[in-house]
């Protein structure tokens, strides 16, 4: 079993940022993929980075790139997303999540374990 929590959500106006952070304990393995999804009212969970717990590999949502950076900490445990130049539309709950297999995927059925998610918020 793994639990996440997540933490660093908030209200900021746009163009602003935030960092989001989700710890991990029970077990985890280096082979696993650690992704951060996001969910808006009335639309489906979308896949927003993802990051390997070894290795160099990240991954990230077109909508996202060159303004998030999903980093990882692995002596805490702890995934990072860093949100940058903030949009109105990036207003979601967004969650942490670990897939327990070696591949990538942007698919949040493929991911076994969830956070309980961090309200971000963007005003405009």
């Known amino acids: 079993q793994v639990q996440l929590v997540e933490s660093g959500g908030g209200l900021v106006q746009a163009e602003g940022s935030l960092r989001l952070s989700c710890t991990a304990s029970g077990r985890t393995f280096s082979s696993y993929i650690v992704g951060w999804f996001r969910q808006a009212p009335g639309k489906e969970r979308e896949f927003v980075a993802a990051?390997?717990?070894?290795?160099?590999?990240?991954y990230y949502a077109d909508s996202v790139k060159g303004r998030f950076t999903i980093s990882r900490d692995n002596a805490k445990n702890t995934v990072y997303l860093q949100m940058n130049s903030l949009k109105p539309e990036d207003t979601a709950v967004y969650y942490c999540?670990?897939?327990?297999?070696?591949?990538?995927?942007?698919?949040?059925?493929?991911?076994?374990?969830w956070g309980q998610g961090t309200q971000v918020t963007v005003s405009s």
């Open positions: 990051i390997r717990w070894s290795g160099s590999s990240t």
């Open positions: 999540a670990v897939r327990s297999r070696a591949t990538v995927t942007y698919n949040p059925d493929d991911y076994n374990y």
